[in-house]
């Protein structure tokens, strides 16, 4: 009987996976470093019998690091770190990862990869392979023993689908992650080092113990730094705004605005208040309907979905992924990893919608698109990693409590609104007052 060794990014995503390919049927046990399980189960592969042994890593095996010599930041000058030799190391020492890889992979015939669809993922994927290659029964030349999964949901119909259609590894992908992790390192680590060193000793009221530099978050940094300054700059100026009530024939008081808006001079504005004083009517000179559409927004992608969690769920971009992350383990939600906004032409928006009609939240509103027909989305942008973030089965607050809720909650209702009828219609009204043209609205 033939085995095969898959793979998962997580613990977490392991377990999903080999509960759905398995049926429910599999046994599990702990591996030698304790922080990953193995699940197994029988079934065929390629045609033959098999035994399967689906277990993950816990992110990335290896990281990227200099030679032990370059670590004296007094004795190696920060620019020599820029072609200094590098090597990769055990992400985490105290995982035993390689180790446990390689016992896993021990008379394996087949490894297959589930780690995360994204070029960090397909890094990860190279990792293993490296791991476990020598570890695995030698393989008949020209036969491919190393496949991957390409999935971006934890569906049944989803995980079934990339096991029947398995592809081989992206190796330019990884290569590219490589390429930014050496960048990342050699840039960061050099002008950490400079700028710490050179800091340290001239301001008695800066703590230049480590000054560290990203080449993404110190940029960003400097956003904050100058919106920072902009504020702490702002110098308010005192402005008059005249605002009276008309009061309607059935007695209802009616706030106006001046057409004008505002003025800074104080005089001016007394003029004008002066002037309305003694006026009991005012003549509308028009009444015009003015219909306003509100855009159905685009598919949701992550900086959307982070943008909303701060600023109208009340939680850090970073909380909200931990969530989402969790929501889509447990197949709730697709990848929450993605920058698409655009759902595929062979996306099910219909099968997708139809899950959500038995809600008792949004139920009767999915039933209402269901029978009057939806929208088709707007047509967003595609950049080939995942599809836009969607809700894969229904859930209920009973079911997920909390922010876990709330985050849910926020990515059907958007889904949900990408295929509504647009809305709606705003009645608005001109009045002058019969003394001057000061003209209120």
Excluded at 124 to 149: H, L, P, T, W, Y
Excluded at 159 to 185: G, H
Excluded at 328 to 336: E, F
Aim: one cysteine or more.
């Amino acid at each position: 009987m033939k085995v095969v060794l898959m793979v998962a990014e997580k613990p977490s995503l392991a377990q999903s996976v080999a509960k759905i390919l398995s049926n429910g049927s599999m046994s599990s046990r702990k591996g030698l470093n304790n922080a990953c399980s193995i699940h197994e189960y029988t079934g065929t592969f390629k045609g033959q019998s098999a035994r399967f042994k689906m277990t993950s890593v816990c992110g990335h095996v290896f990281g990227l690091d200099f030679n032990a010599k370059f670590n004296n930041w007094d004795r190696v000058d920060p620019a020599d770190l820029f072609w200094a030799a590098v090597e990769k190391k055990e992400a985490t020492a105290k995982l035993r990862m390689p180790a446990f890889l390689s016992q896993e992979a021990r008379g394996a015939d087949y490894l297959v990869l589930w780690l995360d669809c994204d070029k960090e993922g397909e890094n990860i994927c190279f990792e293993v392979i490296d791991s476990v290659m020598a570890s695995m029964n030698k393989a008949q030349s020209g036969d491919q023993v190393v496949f991957r999964a390409r999935f971006s949901a934890i569906t049944d119909k989803d995980i079934k689908k990339a096991m029947a259609s398995l592809v081989a590894p992206n190796k330019n992908e990884s290569l590219s992650v490589d390429a930014r992790q050496e960048l990342d390192l050699r840039i960061g680590c050099a002008f950490t080092r400079f700028q710490t060193k050179f800091f340290q000793g001239k301001y008695g009221n800066l703590d230049s113990t480590l000054i560290s530099y990203g080449p993404c978050q110190t940029p960003t940094l400097g956003f904050c730094v100058n919106r920072h300054d902009q504020i702490e700059s702002f110098k308010p100026e005192t402005f008059w705004v005249i605002q009276p009530q008309i009061c309607l024939p059935n007695g209802k008081l009616v706030v106006i605005d001046w057409e004008r808006v505002r003025v800074f001079d104080k005089e001016v504005a007394q003029l004008f208040l002066n002037t309305m004083h003694g006026i009991s009517k005012a003549t509308v000179t028009a009444v015009g309907k003015k219909e306003k559409r509100k855009e159905r927004p685009l598919a949701l992608n992550t900086v959307e979905l982070m943008r909303v969690a701060s600023a109208s769920l009340g939680m850090s971009p970073q909380s909200a992924m931990v969530i989402a992350e969790r929501l889509y383990t447990q197949g709730y939600i697709s990848y929450p990893r993605t920058e698409t906004t655009s759902y595929p032409e062979n996306f099910d928006l219909i099968g997708t919608l139809r899950q959500h009609s038995s809600s008792s939240s949004w139920g009767s509103l999915v039933r209402d698109l269901l029978r009057d027909g939806m929208q088709k989305p707007r047509k967003g942008t595609d950049v080939g990693d995942h599809p836009p973030i969607t809700p894969m089965r229904t859930a209920s607050e009973m079911e997920l409590r909390g922010d876990d809720w709330r985050i849910y909650e926020y990515i059907t209702l958007h889904f949900i609104a990408t295929v509504r009828p647009f809305t709606s219609a705003l009645l608005r009204s001109t009045c002058t007052a019969n003394a001057l043209d000061i003209t209120m609205r």
